[in-house]
Every structure is written in C-alpha cells, then in structure tokens.
C-alpha cells in the first residue's frame, strides 16, 4: 500500500534552534516528493519540490534532502522563527496523473 | 491574479441536503483536485481533473461528483450530506507537475 510516513508527529523549539523533520515513503512508482507548509486555518503551500535525480533543495531557511534509495526525506529549518509554527507535510507524487499521497503532517511549535 | 479561490468558507449543512462548494483559478492550469482534511489524516483525494472534460475519482470519491466545464472552474456536489461528510475541503491547482496552489478552504459541518 502506498503510505507517507512523518515523524516526530508534534514538536517544540525555541526561537532560533534549528529542527529536521522525517518523511518515510513506500510510494511505487515514484515522481517528486514534496513539502509543504500549512498555517493554522489555511491551505498547504509549497516549499519544495524534488525529483528522483536531486538530493537536496533548498528554499531560504528551508532545505529538503531524498534518498530515493532508502525512500527517506528530511526538512531542515535553519534559525527558526515564531512565524516557522505550522504543519509540515510531505507529499509523494507517484505519477503524472496528479495523484498526490499526503503524509499526517508534522506540528511544530516555536517558542520565544 | 487572485489564485485559487474556494467559496463558501464555512457551511452547516443538515443530514441529506445537498450544496455545491465552488473552486475557481485564474492561472490557466489544467490540473485541479478536490480534496479533504479530517483531524490526524492527512489530506485525501476526493477528485481531480486533468483538463476541461475530463474527471476521474480519487481515494474517497463517494458521496460526491465533480464536472469540468470551464478550465477555471471545477464545482463540487455532495448529494446527500451525512455528518461523516464534515471535514475541511481544499481545492487545489497547478500545470502539470509543477508547484500545486490550494485554496483558503471550506469548513463544512453537517448535523
């Protein structure tokens, strides 16, 4: 079965510190996967998008990484910030039929 | 370009009304879906379509129906509302691959 596994599933930080997230995939065949942010009351926006070829990819203080053999992915917040609390989500894309797998997401909570 | 706007932003419907939850984009994408987000789930497909036509069916599409008339617009049916039907409806867009936009969304409840 196609699944998106992300852990931890809720996680506080204080302002500043930095934070990796993990995303477990078995999604076959496989497209992109993708992370996405989502503030509280609002619709998932992008943050990154990554094909089978690239390993890392960044997006200010956000950077994505995929081992495609493993099937793993992590999100690395550098200095995070009050405005970086949300819901992180990874996505993996397993075609071009715009068929998308969401994972639960990851909560997490900055503190000052 | 206003994106992807969704209307209504919040609905109470009773058990067997029906209504339609509109979902417009202005950026000429061909591909839209339909999805919902219930509390620990992650977001499930209702329907999606890749162009003006054409629709198919995604992890949950019971209870619903989508058409595709127009490429901006992409309307979704609940026939019979049924309280397990109560849950947070994201519309989304994008051309082909590429970065999906989603809309505000709608918080639906059904008594």
């Known amino acids: 079965k196609n699944q998106v596994e992300q852990s931890p599933q809720s996680l506080i930080i204080l302002e500043g510190k930095n934070c990796t997230l993990q995303c477990n995939y078995t999604v076959s065949p496989f497209s992109n996967l993708r992370w996405y942010k989502q503030d509280t009351g609002r619709g998932p926006v992008s943050l990154t998008i990554m094909t089978f070829s690239e390993n890392t990819k960044s997006n200010g203080r956000y950077t994505a990484t995929l081992d495609a053999d493993t099937k793993q992915s992590s999100l690395h917040i550098t200095a995070s910030q009050l405005s970086d609390s949300a819901s992180y989500i990874c996505?993996?894309?397993?075609?071009?039929?715009?068929?998308?797998?969401f994972g639960q997401g990851t909560t997490l909570q900055v503190k000052p | 370009n206003a994106g992807v706007t969704q209307t209504p932003k919040f609905q109470v419907l009773k058990t067997g009304q029906s209504m339609t939850l509109q979902c417009a984009q202005d950026m000429n994408h061909e591909y839209m879906s339909w999805y919902r987000q219930d509390p620990g789930m992650g977001l499930r497909l209702i329907h999606y379509?890749?162009?003006?036509?054409?629709?198919d069916q995604g992890e949950v599409p019971n209870g619903y129906n989508v058409s595709r008339s127009t490429t901006e617009d992409f309307p979704l049916r609940l026939l019979s509302a049924a309280p397990s039907q109560t849950s947070v409806y994201f519309c989304?867009?994008?051309?082909?691959?590429?970065?999906?936009?989603f809309g505000p969304g709608t918080r639906l409840t059904v008594l």
């Open positions: 996505v993996v894309d397993s075609g071009n039929t715009g068929k998308l797998i």
């Open positions: 379509s890749v162009g003006a036509g054409i629709t």
């Open positions: 989304a867009s994008s051309h082909g691959v590429d970065t999906q936009y």
